[in-house]
């Protein structure tokens, strides 16, 4: 309601916590996404969540972020 009425700014920011070794590449597969489109962002963002069983692992999960992105 306070964000519709321009009362209330929202701010999304990342903040990947280094204790996981991978969350700075997943923060930052998610605004190279952005940086195509900002819906692309929240896509990103969204299957990151929903997929971390997938990529939170992995040695190097840059090929796992990729082939999403592509």
């Known amino acids: 309601m306070y ?3 321009g009362k209330v700014y929202q701010v ?3 903040f990947p916590l280094d204790i996981h070794p991978n969350a700075p590449a997943a923060a930052y ?3 190279c996404a952005g940086a195509q489109d900002a ?5 990103m963002h969204d ?3 929903q997929n971390q069983g997938i990529w939170q692992d992995a040695q190097d ?3 796992i972020f ?3 992105a592509a």
């Open 3 to 5: 964000v519709k009425t």
């Open 12 to 14: 999304y920011r990342n």
């Open 29 to 31: 597969a998610a605004i």
């Open 39 to 43: 819906k692309q962002f929240w896509q």
């Open 47 to 49: 299957w990151l969540f």
């Open 61 to 63: 999960p840059t090929t």
């Open 66 to 68: 990729r082939t999403q």
